[in-house]
C-alpha cells in the first residue's frame, strides 16, 4: 500500500480509501466486515461512510452502513484506523434521517451523537460537510442559474465556529467538505484563516476518467491551499469497468437503480465513446480497465485518496490492487488524447 497524510495533519491515511455506501444495501453485515478485513490486510485504513448511507438512500436501509462498520470497529485498534463519515445537507426528500436537516448547531449536534452511536466509537477522524446547504452546481449540475428568491443564509463561519467546537471537545480531529464548489472551498479556508479556527482538510468531489472537471479549477486550489482530494465515483459507478460496453449485466447499481438519474450519464452515447477507447488503450497495455482508471487517480498531486467501492470480494481485490501500477508518461498521454475527444462526457 501507499500513504500519505491528510493535508497538514500528521495523520497518515492508504492512497486507497474503502468505500462502504454498498454496505446495507448491496453488501449484508457479513460482506461488509469481509471486505473490511480484507482492506486492512492490504494495508487499507481510511474508510469512508456518511449518516445517509447505505445507497441509493431511503428509510429503511439509511444508518445501516454506519451500523455494519461499528459492529467491525469495536473490536479493531481505533488508533490505527482513520474513520471519515459525514453529515446530510438539506434536503426535502431526506426527513426521515433527522428532522432537522443542514448544519445549524442544533443539526450537527444530532447529527454527530447519531453517527458516533452508530459507528460505536468516541471520535470520527474527518468529518465532511455532505453538500452545501445553499443552492449550487452539484452532483453533475450544469449551467449555473443564479436562485435569487433562495433564503438561504451565509453562515459560514457559524457552522465552522461549530465544527471547531467539535474538535475541542475531542468528537472529531478534522473536517472536510463534499460536492463542493470552488467558490465554497474558498469561502470556507477564507473564514477560517480569518477567524483562526479549525481549516478545511479535504475535498470530497467526483473524479473519474469520464469526470475530470476537478481539474479545471479546484486542483489549483488543492494545491496551493492544501486541501486533499478525496475522488469519488472514480469507476464512474462501475461504468469504467467496461462491464455495460456489451449487455447491462443484472445486480449492479446501473440496473439495479434506475431511479437514480445521476448514474444515467455513465450510460450515454458519449460516455460509453470514451469508455470504449479508454478500454482499447488499457487493453494494449495488458491492464484492465478498471486498474487502469483508478491507476490515473492514484497517480495525480492533488489526490489524498481515491475512495474505491465494491459489491463482490473479485471487485474489491482488483481495486485495491492498482495501487501497485504505475502508468508511464506515454500512457499518459494518450489517456489526455481520449479526453480531449470527448472531453468530461459523464460530469
Not at 477564507?190 to 473519474?208: A, F, G, H, M, W
Request: aromatic content about 8%; some cysteine; glycine content about 6%.
Amino acid at each position: 500500500m501507499k500513504y500519505t497524510t491528510l493535508p497538514n495533519t500528521d495523520i497518515k491515511v492508504s492512497k486507497i480509501c474503502l468505500g462502504t455506501m454498498t454496505f446495507g444495501e448491496q453488501n449484508d453485515e457479513n460482506d461488509a466486515h469481509e471486505q473490511l478485513n480484507y482492506a486492512i490486510e492490504q494495508g487499507v485504513n481510511f474508510i469512508d461512510t456518511a449518516e445517509l448511507y447505505a445507497v441509493p438512500g431511503r428509510k429503511e436501509t439509511q444508518g445501516l452502513t454506519e451500523k455494519y462498520i461499528g459492529t467491525w470497529l469495536k473490536d479493531q485498534k481505533r488508533e490505527d484506523l482513520v474513520i471519515g463519515s459525514k453529515i446530510t445537507g438539506p434536503n426535502g426528500g431526506l426527513g426521515y434521517i433527522r428532522e432537522n436537516l443542514g448544519f445549524s448547531n442544533a443539526a450537527i449536534d444530532d447529527a454527530i451523537e447519531k453517527n458516533l452511536q452508530r459507528l460505536q466509537t468516541d471520535y470520527i477522524d474527518l468529518y465532511q460537510l455532505h453538500w452545501p446547504e445553499r443552492s449550487a452546481n452539484f452532483f453533475g449540475t450544469r449551467n449555473y442559474k443564479h436562485n435569487f428568491d433562495e433564503k438561504w443564509i451565509d453562515n459560514f463561519k457559524e457552522v465552522i465556529e461549530k465544527l471547531n467546537a467539535l474538535v475541542k471537545d475531542g468528537k472529531i480531529r478534522h473536517y472536510g467538505v463534499s460536492n463542493e464548489t470552488a467558490w465554497g472551498l474558498m469561502r470556507h479556508l477564507n473564514e477560517s484563516d480569518k477567524n483562526n479556527l479549525v481549516r478545511c482538510k479535504t475535498i470530497q468531489n467526483p473524479y473519474s476518467l469520464l469526470n475530470r472537471t476537478f481539474e479545471m479549477n479546484l486542483a489549483e486550489i488543492s494545491m496551493h491551499e492544501k486541501v486533499g482530494l478525496l475522488a469519488y465515483s472514480p469507476l464512474a459507478f462501475g461504468a469504467l469497468s467496461g462491464k455495460y460496453l456489451n449487455k447491462k449485466p443484472k445486480n449492479t447499481r446501473l440496473t439495479l437503480y434506475p431511479q437514480m438519474l445521476v448514474m444515467r450519464k455513465y450510460l450515454s452515447k458519449e460516455a460509453v465513446f470514451a469508455t470504449k477507447k479508454y478500454m482499447e488503450l488499457a487493453t494494449k497495455n495488458n491492464m484492465s480497465l478498471a486498474q487502469m482508471a483508478l491507476a490515473f487517480i492514484n497517480q495525480q498531486p492533488f489526490v489524498t485518496a481515491n475512495i474505491i467501492g465494491a459489491t463482490t470480494m473479485e471487485q474489491l481485490k482488483e481495486n485495491i490492487g492498482s495501487i501497485d501500477i504505475n502508468l508511464s508518461e506515454d500512457i499518459l498521454k494518450e489517456i489526455d488524447k481520449i479526453n480531449e475527444l470527448q472531453p468530461n462526457p459523464a460530469p
